[in-house]
């Protein structure tokens, strides 16, 4: 029989753990972590809005492509999606509207692109690899993946537990639940540490304005909620736990 105080922190816990899954993945979905803000170019016969454009929307995918693009076009950076401002297609052949509207452009970043390696000098495959900028890519999108798994885990593991009537599980669920906060946490701070590095690398105009987005925000939020799940988890586990060691004794005695 469990106690209505541990099942209310365990209804409590796995309402969290489920809000916290659904911001993580909604961030992990979404392009909306970094953007910028630059003076609108929306003239399609400028030259060189028009190369960069081709350079972002192009088959070879380079860093130095599509990073200049996102400074100078009012870009937007996910964990799996990069995004420019482009004229909207108008439905008529004869008249180019002189002030189109701006809508977003869209390119995701596949596997592979994931695992390319950075370099010192963004696009100069000669400055040599920047190991570090490297590697906090790779784990900005690998660490909400583990994030997430590590929940779908523990959920498997809360079910298990509910089917044989125990809280014992309850406290691997909680550690488990930890681990995935952790992860979360470690996410936004390899993505702002990598954004910073890269901003120093390719030197961002100063006309450009930058800020965080909301996606970024999602991510930051779902750590703690997923903490504070594994908190009510372990407490749930370990004061059930005592207190039926207590029980135990005070029969034998």
Request: charged share 10%; hydrophobic share 45%.
């Amino acid at each position: 029989m469990v106690d209505n105080r541990y099942a209310t922190a365990l209804v409590i816990g796995s309402v969290l753990s489920l809000l916290a899954s659904v911001y993580l993945s909604v961030a992990v979905g979404t392009q909306y972590w970094y953007q910028y803000h630059s003076p609108a170019a929306v003239d399609g016969s400028n030259a060189t809005v028009l190369q960069l454009r081709a350079d972002f929307f192009g088959e070879e995918v380079d860093e130095k492509a599509y990073s200049d693009p996102l400074f100078q076009l009012n870009g937007t950076l996910g964990l799996w999606w990069r995004c420019i401002l482009v004229p909207a297609q108008s439905n008529s052949h004869w008249y180019k509207d002189p002030e189109p509207q701006m809508v977003p452009g869209c390119v995701s970043f596949t596997l592979p692109q994931q695992f390319e390696a950075k370099y010192m000098d963004p696009g100069n495959h000669n400055s040599g690899e920047d190991v570090i900028r490297t590697y906090l890519w790779r784990c900005q999108f690998l660490l909400p993946l583990v994030s997430l798994g590590l929940v779908f885990l523990s959920g498997l593991i809360g079910v298990c537990a509910c089917l044989c009537r125990s809280l014992t599980p309850t406290s691997v669920v909680g550690v488990l639940h930890l681990m995935a906060g952790l992860c979360s946490l470690a996410t936004v701070c390899c993505f702002l540490v990598g954004i910073d590095l890269l901003h120093h690398a390719a030197r961002v105009p100063e006309r450009v304005a930058h800020s965080l987005g909301w996606s970024l925000y999602l991510a930051l939020i779902s750590s703690p909620l997923q903490m504070m799940a594994a908190a009510l988890f372990l407490w749930a586990a370990c004061s059930h736990r005592k207190n039926y060691t207590r029980m135990t004794a005070y029969r034998v005695a």
